[in-house]
């Protein structure tokens, strides 16, 4: 083996000085710590990034009883499953009473030795005696019977008076576009299979080819343009009553959009405005609201929400603090944001001691509180988070600033307290208003359809076509909301639309809609 050459060797630059030797040693002590931050660092970033593109979304987080401090232990309710499992006795496996029935009996061979009263043979095959009913084993099963395209042909007879002459003929029907080839049912199902089932509207193109109708997804891109502009008067009074509530759910998400003549993309923005008050036990119809900009410039909020008065609970983005500071809308942070780091760093290194699964354990007790609230009135809300979600948060104050003296002041741990020792203040003000959620969830599950869509279409072709996306998740997602197929209220409202007053579209709103569905099966 070859010896190392003495001037390269490390251990002989090393000075002979004690002084000078624990300087040097306390600088490359600061080095190696230093890197190892960086490598956490960057090991955290590559696991979340690793997640987001391959991993579950869920943070559920359930820790082994023996590992969990009394923090809110004792406080944890028993948790029962949601839905009964797939093999157990009690799931009932018939099929919808809506559906339509197609029955088809199925007789066993018989002679015509005799017969019954409807003339059918019922001779025994084997004797020769008459059969008779003792009973049938009845069994169901599911089928599907394909879409179809057809056409309806309007005809509008002409008719002459033989007396005076005069012509008489009935006025031709109105059209959600006029002198359009689409009626109301194909236009909601193109609407609804691109902005709720995902679908492009070339991929569309393919699947109408197949049953022999050409149509272009140019052709289609038209109709929802056509769309956007009729319902325009429909999502102003949706984006009305949004920001008539007390309190608002505020979010949004990137899209890529098609630059002109560049042929790559940029990234806009789509904001999102959710009234969802049904947690505080409030009767309101729950309704979602989008818009879209070209960028995340906090001027579009800050328009989007310039009537807004009453409580904005969002994320720690910067463009909401313009209107806080004028004072007519109180933020109210989310403990879902405040979580997610601490997630991350479970994730990474999964210690179930750790400092990472403690702070996870903290908030599991705030959320134990809210599952037992959840549609209760404000002021009992109010009371029990006070009586039971004060003392938690009182201790995980202290914790989260212990945590600091604790670790380093540049690692991820120090990030994850400080993001919330810096909203505290917006963290904990939903304890003294029971109006108020404990997260932002509602936005967020607002924006699932969304980030689902651009997995499949990638890009938006325009400016314009955000806009257009706007409008349709606006409407898709707030018929889900008040438990409406949103094919049949798209499907309904483009059959009423042409022809109804526009000083009276709250009438076309989906809860509006449901309401009147619901008096008319009552009659």
Not at 14 to 38: G, I, T
Not at 157 to 173: D, G, N, V, Y
Not at 356 to 375: K, N, T
């Amino acid at each position: 083996m070859r010896s190392v050459p003495q001037d390269t060797d490390p251990i002989s630059q090393l000075p002979d000085d004690a002084q000078l030797l624990k300087q040097q040693l306390r600088v490359s002590a600061n080095e190696v710590q230093r890197l190892k931050l960086m490598v956490d660092k960057l090991k955290l970033q590559l696991a979340r990034r690793t997640r987001a593109q391959f991993g579950v979304s869920s943070e559920r987080f359930d820790l082994q009883a023996s590992l969990i401090e009394p923090v809110a232990l004792e406080q944890l309710p028993v948790r029962k499953p949601n839905t009964p499992a797939a093999n157990a006795g009690s799931v009932d496996r018939s099929l919808p009473e809506h559906l339509p029935r197609e029955q088809r009996e199925i007789r066993p061979d018989t002679s015509a030795a005799h017969h019954d009263a409807a003339g059918q043979s019922c001779g025994c095959t084997a004797c020769g005696g008459r059969l008779r009913s003792i009973g049938a084993d009845v069994s169901e099963h599911l089928e599907y019977v394909p879409a179809r395209f057809k056409v309806i042909r309007t005809v509008r007879p002409k008719l002459a008076c033989t007396k005076c002459e005069a012509i008489f003929q009935a006025s031709a029907p109105s059209r959600p576009i006029a002198r359009g080839l689409a009626g109301p049912a194909l236009l909601a199902h193109v609407a609804v299979s691109k902005y709720c089932d995902h679908s492009p509207l070339h991929r569309q193109s393919r699947i109408y080819a197949r049953e022999g109708v050409e149509i272009d997804p140019s052709t289609m891109a038209g109709w929802v343009e056509q769309l956007h502009t009729l319902f325009d008067p429909l999502l102003a009074a949706l984006g009305r009553h949004v920001l008539h509530a007390a309190k608002v759910h505020a979010d949004d998400t990137p899209v890529k959009v098609l630059a002109p003549g560049e042929g790559k993309t940029r990234t806009g923005r789509l904001w999102v405005y959710v009234r969802d008050d049904r947690p505080s036990g409030d009767s309101a119809p729950p309704a979602v609201w989008f818009r879209y900009s070209a960028d995340r410039k906090g001027e579009h909020p800050q328009r989007h929400l310039r009537d807004f008065r009453g409580i904005l609970q969002a994320d720690a983005y910067g463009g909401w603090n313009a209107l806080y500071d004028g004072g007519h809308v109180v933020e109210a942070a989310c403990w879902a944001h405040a979580r997610r780091p601490w997630w991350d760093l479970y994730e990474q290194h999964r210690d179930d001691t750790g400092l990472a699964a403690q702070a996870l354990q903290h908030i599991q007790g705030l959320y134990a509180v809210e599952a037992d609230i959840r549609g209760r009135p404000p002021e009992v809300r109010r009371q029990q988070r006070q009586a039971r979600a004060g003392p938690l948060l009182e201790k995980f104050h202290l914790w989260l600033q212990g945590v600091l003296t604790q670790v380093s002041t540049k690692s991820e741990l120090a990030k994850a307290a400080r993001y919330s020792l810096a909203r505290w203040k917006a963290l904990t003000r939903y304890v003294d208003d029971g109006r108020i959620e404990i997260d932002n969830s509602a936005a967020e599950r607002a924006l699932r359809g969304v980030a689902l869509g651009r997995g499949n279409y990638l890009f938006m072709g325009s400016n314009a076509g955000g806009e257009r996306a706007a409008s349709m998740y606006s409407l898709i997602e707030t018929a889900k909301l008040n438990g409406l197929d949103p094919e049949a209220y798209l499907r309904e409202v483009l059959e009423r639309i042409a022809d109804h007053p526009v000083n009276r579209i709250d009438e076309l709103l989906p809860w509006s809609i449901a309401a009147q569905h619901t008096l008319a099966r009552a009659a």
